[in-house]
C-alpha cells in the first residue's frame, strides 16, 4: 500500500503524507504496520525514518505482532517500535 493521503485538517504544516506497509523483524517478533511518510522530499522514505538518529522510536498503525518462536499474533491500532530493536525492515507484500 502506498496511497498518497492529504495531510490532516488543521495540519499547520500543510504537509500531504503517504502511506507504506512495512514488515519489521527485531530478535523475537515480526512486525507488520503501516507507516506514514512525507509524500515527497524530506522523510518521504523509510530509510529517512529509520536513520533519523534524534528519534528513538518509530510509531506503525494498523500492526500486526507475531512473535517468531511461534505463539499468537496481537493485532494493535497503534504501536511504536524502539528503532535500536530492528534487524531489519522490508517493504511488505501487497498480497
Keep these: 500500500m502506498s496511497a ?3 495531510a490532516a485538517d488543521g495540519d499547520p504544516t500543510g504537509i500531504e503524507h503517504r502511506r507504506e506497509r512495512i514488515r519489521i523483524e527485531t530478535e523475537r517478533h515480526r512486525i507488520e504496520g503501516v507507516l506514514t511518510l ?6 518521504s ?10 528519534r528513538d522510536f518509530i510509531t506503525l498503525t494498523d500492526a500486526t505482532v507475531t512473535p ?9 491500532e497503534y504501536l511504536s ?3 535500536r530493536h530492528i534487524v531489519f525492515a522490508v517493504a511488505a507484500d501487497s498480497s
Aim: proline share 6%; net charge negative.
Design 45 to 54: 522514505r523509510v530509510s529517512d525514518v529509520l536513520n533519523a538518529s534524534e
Design 68 to 76: 517468531l518462536e511461534g505463539g499468537p499474533m496481537e493485532l494493535h
Design 38 to 43: 512525507a509524500r515527497d522530499g524530506y522523510r
Design 81 to 83: 517500535l524502539a528503532r
Design 4 to 6: 498518497a493521503q492529504p
